[in-house]
């Protein structure tokens, strides 16, 4: 079926979008979350798990301080109140990646709620609220062989690849984002780029979507202007920022055509096309698992020490948004062209090359702004550039994480 | 000395079964703390006893390997589920046994079998290697033929397991001692209280008469008997059987053919959650059906504040008896069981018959405290087994007043043996 889409402005001129993010951290901690295993990427299949992350009869979860920590300060981070009392809890479903067919997750009872992070879209501050911020173990991976497309219909075989299970998953939900109108793709993108930094300004994650350290969910609904809103769909794992914004913009033009031929729209879930930049539609939340949540028995509640939980705020560095007022400062920029310099990406490297030995004076009178048409300078201006770090960007206390991929190894591990 | 464990329990490169086809030819990578404590005391692992399946049951009948025998009357059960531990202890095929408790699995078996068996304080004996049953509930202990022994065995598994996160970091009380200073057979100043509401639950005439027996012998070595009233004790069982086969119906979902142990269906046509479905529907036996069943009912969205968020509200209710009534006594007195062992197959056709023989030994678990079961007498020939129930970390409280009772009463050996 092929259907029509209206023209974007002429949809979000008659509909108010609203749009709410849940994103996946995968922390950058030593260990996993319940057990002993190192955290390193890059290892043959099935080589980085115990009797515990694969969840062998028997076998006991024990928490990770340092997940624990790094969750309540993502949640410091993101202005939320945390909590003196925090559960794990268990969410059932089988699933053949999933070695104890439940996950421990966190339910009503999570580490963190109720903050905000502010993201600057197009010179204004948009207040995108914090409903909640919790800690859960990352499931293994599952590879489908023998098929034409990698999917598993047509597959000979499904392998599993546990080395992932039991990664500490940090999931930060929004509250729902009404009034942001035609720039509501625009503001998802800054959200998740805002955000992205934030937690990468902590030293917890090395927050790479390509590589699914991040991962994104984008719920998207459509009402009429004084209308309640309307049903959302949810897509999932969107895998980078680019696509945050398509998501979002191609769920605004798909649900327009719908409401506008007089159809309503399925609460469910969907899939982001990378070749298309359409969605399609997942499995329908209508007849979605029940999870069963009960506070897992194996885990004792987390209360976190309010001193503990202060120092870790006071501790807390300069989170970006700061960070750039103040070079914007030091450098005397003037907001538009301190924007373009952010949007082409370009602040760390300019910090950089200030901390080489660059004057700081030199930028502001004009050149740095400007940044991104460099190529068309004389070729000897860039040599003040160099040297330019190799590593990049260089803030060692990122990660200790190797930087080789995540992707699926070479199937030799099949034998 | 060589101690046989339950089959529940892990042991590293040995078959551990927990009785269930699901789990057959599964060789743990590891051994369970409480193995490797015995091993490391220098104990020997004799072998593995039979249970009911995933430790569910009161009579052993539902193991998938058979139904194990009372010593006393080959034609009854010897309790369950730890059935095979007790019973290998009463016919003297091993000196010590491991066991389980998660609703009365150590208690209800020794008292059916005239042996000893201890549930030690939730927590003070590490759950690491149990194939899990019930959380919240489970709790690893010593069978034995005379407290002492229990005792000493208690010692060697107790203690703080950093790989249980609900293992306490505190030191094990002095069972050993205490269990000395009982067989003294001097209870002077202690106070036992009896449950008025278990009265009225009506054991059968014999055991109360036995009960009666081990109450005055008490009494005689100077103990002072008051009663004592915890009136939520009535919810027990039904709280119990919320709890448990919920927190099992997620504790058992691991078992799906996909890592370890029996898979069946798997053609290379059938999706993965026929072959899952199949491999539980052939490996899981009747009894396990039912709790997962009844355990994924409660659970569910729209049922969990009914069911289960009640029977947890229970739970602090009876915890909340049990506070009081300390307040008054230094132990609590029952009956472990409310009827001698049973003839095999005589209540397998009525899940309600057979959980009642837990009446007694559930609020005990639900609380978290330790109990213990010790040998009081005979009914029609069978043995009688007399319940002592202590706070938290009071588990040498409950070996005092079981060992001043084997020092008056005497230890029960099968017939046939003596």
């Known amino acids: 079926m092929t259907v029509t889409l209206p023209p974007y402005d002429e949809v979000v001129a008659r509909y108010e979008p609203v749009i709410g993010l849940e994103t996946h951290v995968e922390l950058g901690t030593k260990t996993k979350m319940f057990c002993g295993c190192p955290i390193d990427f890059g290892g043959q299949p099935n080589t980085r798990i115990c009797p515990v992350c694969l969840g062998l009869p028997g076998s006991l979860p024990v928490a990770n301080k340092a997940a624990i920590e790094a969750t309540i300060r993502i949640g410091l981070a993101l202005n939320c109140t945390i909590a003196t009392w925090s559960r794990f809890a268990r969410k059932n479903y089988f699933y053949p990646d999933m070695p104890k067919n439940y996950q421990i997750s966190q339910y009503d009872e999570p580490l963190c709620v109720d903050g905000w992070l502010d993201v600057e879209v197009e010179g204004e501050i948009v207040r995108i609220g914090i409903e909640r911020v919790h800690l ?3 499931t293994g991976k599952t590879q489908h062989v023998g098929g034409a497309t990698g999917r598993i219909h047509g597959a000979t075989e499904s392998l599993v690849d546990y080395n992932r299970a039991g990664i500490p998953l940090v999931e930060i939900v929004t509250k729902p984002v009404p009034g942001t109108g035609a720039l509501a793709p625009i503001v998802a993108r800054a959200y998740v780029t805002e955000l992205r930094d934030v937690i990468r300004s902590l030293g917890v994650s090395d927050v790479r979507m390509e590589q699914g350290s991040l991962r994104c969910d984008v719920n998207t609904s459509l009402s009429l202007p004084g209308e309640p809103w309307g049903t959302r769909t949810e897509t999932k794992n969107v895998n980078s920022l680019r696509s945050v914004e398509r998501a979002v913009r191609s769920e605004i033009l798909r649900q327009a055509a719908v409401l506008d031929a007089g159809g309503k729209i399925k609460q469910e879930t969907r899939h982001l096309h990378e070749e298309t930049g359409d969605t399609r539609p997942g499995r329908s939340k209508e007849t979605a698992t029940d999870y069963r949540y009960f506070p897992e028995p194996d885990l004792v509640p987390l209360a976190p020490d309010p001193a503990w939980v202060a120092s870790l705020k006071e501790a807390l560095p300069e989170l970006p948004r700061v960070h750039r007022k103040r070079l914007q400062t030091d450098w005397g920029l003037s907001d538009l062209d301190m924007r373009s310099v952010v949007n082409a990406g370009a602040v760390e490297l300019i910090e950089e090359t200030i901390a080489a030995g660059a004057s700081p004076r030199a930028p502001a009178s004009g050149g740095w702004a400007s940044w991104p048409a460099a190529p068309t300078r004389p070729a000897s201006s860039w040599s003040r550039w160099v040297p330019r770090p190799r590593r990049w960007p260089s803030c060692s206390a990122w990660s200790t994480r190797a930087s080789s991929t995540t992707s699926w190894p070479a199937p030799y591990w099949r034998a | 000395m060589p101690v ?55 009579s052993t009948e539902y193991s998938a390997y058979g139904p194990t025998y009372n010593p006393w009357d080959l034609t009854r059960i010897p309790g369950g ?13 091993a000196p010590l046994t491991v066991g389980t408790d998660t609703g009365g699995s150590i208690r209800q078996p020794g008292a059916v079998t005239g042996t000893v068996g201890a549930k030690p304080t939730y927590g003070g004996t590490s759950r690491y290697g149990l194939v899990a049953f019930s959380s919240s509930l489970d709790t690893p202990g010593p069978c034995a033929r005379t407290v002492e022994d229990a005792a000493l065995l208690h010692a060697v598994l107790a203690g703080h397991d950093p790989r249980d996160s609900t293992s306490i970091p505190q030191p094990v009380p002095d069972v050993v001692g205490a269990a000395r200073l009982g067989a ?33 012998a008490l009494t005689k070595l100077g103990a002072e008997v008051v009663e004592v009233s915890c009136p939520h004790f009535q919810y027990a069982l039904p709280a119990y059987y919320l709890i448990a086969p919920s927190e099992c119906s997620s504790n058992l979902a691991r078992f799906d053919g996909v890592r370890y142990g029996l898979r069946v269906g798997d053609d290379g046509q059938k999706a993965i959650e026929e072959v899952m479905s199949l491999t539980r529907e052939a490996g899981f036996g009747p009894e396990v059906k039912r709790r997962v069943i009844i355990g994924t009912y409660a659970l569910s969205s729209g049922y969990y504040d009914a069911y289960y968020g009640q029977a947890q509200k229970v739970r602090t209710l009876i915890t ?48 978290g405290g330790p109990a213990i079961s010790v040998p009081c007498g005979l009914s029609e020939g069978l043995p009688v087994g007399f319940q002592i129930m202590a706070p938290t970390l009071a588990d040498d409280r409950m070996y005092r007043v079981a060992a001043a009772l084997e020092s008056a009463v005497g230890t029960l050996t099968p017939g046939e043996l003596s």
């Open chain 2, 184 to 216: 003294t057979g001097d209870l002077t100043g202690v106070r036992l209280g009896l449950v008025r509401e278990f009265g009225a639950e009506g054991a059968e005439p014999g055991v109360m008469a036995a009960f009666r027996d081990g109450l005055d």
């Open chain 2, 4 to 58: 046989g464990v339950k089959d529940i329990v892990a042991t590293r490169g040995v078959p551990t079964t927990a009785g269930s086809r699901i789990l057959e030819g599964w060789r743990p990578p590891y051994d369970a703390t409480v193995v490797e404590r015995m091993r490391a005391a220098g104990l020997v692992m004799l072998g593995k006893t039979n249970l009911d399946e995933f430790a569910m049951g009161s």
């Open chain 2, 320 to 367: 909340r008896d049990f506070t009081a009534a300390f307040e008054q006594v230094d132990v609590l007195v029952s009956p472990t069981t409310p009827f001698v062992a049973f003839p095999l197959g005589s209540r397998t056709s009525d899940p309600y018959q057979m959980y009642l023989a837990d009446l007694y030994t559930i609020p005990t678990n639900l609380y």
């Open chain 1, 136 to 138: 859960e173990e990352d």
């Open chain 2, 81 to 93: 589920s730890g059935g095979g531990s007790a019973a290998a202890l009463a016919a003297y095929e």
